[in-house]
């Protein structure tokens, strides 16, 4: 008897000690899920198909919610086992001191959920922090110069509470995309040449550290952790909170602005004039986001062209625009509209619900007519190479796309005006540049690998075109600096696939400088080892 039952019991025991370190993990993150539930029960949902989503079944919306909310569908394949949505900093601390108890739970923090790299703000059996529900609020001081805004708002919604005072923050070109992803990225924005870039327009951000202890950084409080957070990414602090510079935009609100699309055969036209614009484009006023787009079906392969256009007035002046009002449109949007409808354009919004990737690559805007030439070797190649891989895919559809992004020397002068200096290390005695992103939507999960994989070969492809026959060319209105590395640096993280070298991008003394301040922030590597993101270990 005694015998009978030691051979099972053993085989029992020897399961279980197999199993432990695999089951152990799963008994950390239900056991964090558990302690936010029982501290904070109206916050938490666990998943709704897992045995505990019958004790949060009033949250399933909210999940269902946050999974849905991704700008790349397949974010949403991360399933968490639960998500927390926090309503201030206490909540945030109590959920890093949780999460600190239990090292091995994997977590996620989520915004606007706008960054397509899988991992960045989703995460597989640990648990999401998911802002939006509960903290998305955007509210201008009463004197409207500044605006303070939760970690869950969207840039829509920081414009919508501004608009009626006639008023904008530096912030997103699309109202859609979460604030604090695009600031801790730098942020991009229309309003760039007059004030730099979003994160040099952050007075201060309430932060929660990795010891749970929330602070305020900014140019008097933990000045280096506000320094990193400009532009570093998400590994120092979470960020509950941000108080912004608001300004006044247009005529009280209303602005000039657009999409025109275009046939094919106008590229070189264009190519050329968004050359010019970079260089000699003197009104901090205006901006571009010219898109040269490749849209594959059927074995087919039809490139197009579309620019957003904007004025910060009621229309541009006088001969402003004359190039590109120079070149027939197909359909034309632009008008004087509100900025918050500037921001909610169709075009840039209807992608959503496909899954997507993106990549950047930095270049020199060269001399004309050399710039001209190469953007236009540049689009050849992209042509060359999707019309290709249309052929190997009969049944899907891919859309892939190409911005070229112009960063004058005006935006790196307005950017240490406004913000004193911040990550990127953009200095206006470098020249003009121009930030080139790669999109690739697609429809089918069976390219899910594939996909990404073509986009960073064809973006590669056309860097290595420029390293082979442009090399060493000055930008222009260059005055100094190492030409081979100013060339193809910094690495705009926003627009960055997951295996770009971003921190690195930012130039030896940067990376340097933000590698001190993380290893003061987060000695132990709670943000570095158990989350996405850009990490100094790449
Ligand atoms: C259609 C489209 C338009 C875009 N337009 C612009 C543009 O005009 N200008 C521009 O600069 N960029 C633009 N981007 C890029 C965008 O800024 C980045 O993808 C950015 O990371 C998205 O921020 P999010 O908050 O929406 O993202 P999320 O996916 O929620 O988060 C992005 C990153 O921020 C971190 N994070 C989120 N919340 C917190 C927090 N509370 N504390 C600390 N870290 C946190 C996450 O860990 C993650 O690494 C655009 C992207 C798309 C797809």
Not at 43 to 67: C, F, I, K, M
């Amino acid at each position: 008897m005694h015998l009978f039952l030691t051979g099972p019991l053993l085989w029992l025991l020897a399961e279980a000690a197999l199993l432990s370190p695999l089951l152990s993990p799963r008994r950390d993150v239900n056991a964090v899920c558990s302690t936010l539930h029982s501290k904070y029960p109206g916050h938490l949902a666990w998943d709704p198909v897992s045995l505990h989503g019958l004790q949060t079944l009033r949250g399933t919306l909210e999940y269902n919610a946050a999974l849905l909310d991704y700008w790349n569908v397949k974010s949403a394949s991360n399933r968490p086992v639960c998500a927390f949505f926090p309503a201030d900093a206490e909540q945030v601390s109590f959920a890093v001191r949780t999460l600190n108890a239990h090292p091995s739970v994997r977590f996620a923090l989520k915004s606007g959920g706008h960054n397509p790299n899988l991992g960045f703000s989703s995460v597989d059996d640990g648990v999401l922090i998911a802002f939006r529900p509960n903290s998305r609020y955007a509210v201008p001081a009463p004197d409207g110069r500044t605006i303070d805004v939760g970690a869950g708002a969207k840039w829509e919604d920081v414009y919508s509470a501004l608009q009626p005072l006639g008023k904008a923050a530096v912030g997103g070109r699309l109202g859609d995309v979460g604030v604090i992803g695009l600031t801790l990225g730098g942020g991009l924005s229309y309003l760039s040449a007059q004030y730099g870039f979003a994160c040099d327009n952050v007075v201060s951000f309430q932060c929660v550290l990795a010891d749970g202890a929330i602070v305020e950084a900014s140019r008097t409080s933990h000045s280096d952790l506000y320094f990193a957070l400009r532009g570093g990414g998400n590994q120092y602090a979470i960020v509950t909170s941000m108080t912004l510079k608001a300004y006044d935009v247009g005529d009280q609100g209303m602005v000039w602005g657009g999409i025109r699309t275009y046939t094919a055969d106008k590229v070189r036209a264009l190519l050329a004039a968004v050359s010019n614009f970079t260089t000699n484009g003197q009104d901090p006023k205006a901006a571009i986001i010219p898109n040269f787009a490749f849209i594959s079906a059927a074995g087919l392969n039809l490139p197009a062209a579309l620019v957003f256009y904007f004025y910060d007035g009621r229309e541009p002046p006088a001969g402003l625009f004359d190039e590109f009002d120079a070149i027939p449109h197909l359909t034309s949007s632009t008008a004087i509209r509100s900025f918050v409808s500037i921001t909610n354009q169709v075009l840039g919004g209807d992608m959503k619900g496909l899954r997507f990737q993106i990549r950047e690559n930095t270049f020199p805007n060269m001399p004309m007519p050399t710039m001209s030439s190469f953007l236009h070797d540049h689009f050849q190649k992209v042509l060359e190479s999707t019309t290709d891989e249309a052929l190997t895919d009969l049944v899907d559809l891919r859309l892939l796309t190409f911005a070229v992004q112009p960063i004058p020397r005006g935006i790196a002068q307005a950017s240490l005006e406004m913000g004193g200096g911040n990550a990127l290390g953009l200095a206006p005695e470098h020249g003009d540049r121009v930030w080139v992103e790669y999109d690739i939507a697609w429809a089918s999960p069976l390219c899910d690998e594939k996909c990404p994989d073509f986009l960073r070969q064809t973006a590669d492809s056309v860097l290595n075109l420029h390293k082979r026959n442009y090399a060493g060319i000055s930008p222009t209105n260059y005055i100094e600096g190492d030409i081979d590395f100013l060339s193809y640096n910094p690495i705009f993280m926003n627009d960055a696939m997951s295996d770009q070298k971003v921190l690195k991008s930012y130039g030896d003394e940067v990376y340097q400088r933000l590698k001190v301040i993380h290893k003061k922030y987060d000695p132990e590597g709670f943000f570095s080892t158990r989350q996405g993101g850009f990490h100094f270990s790449q």
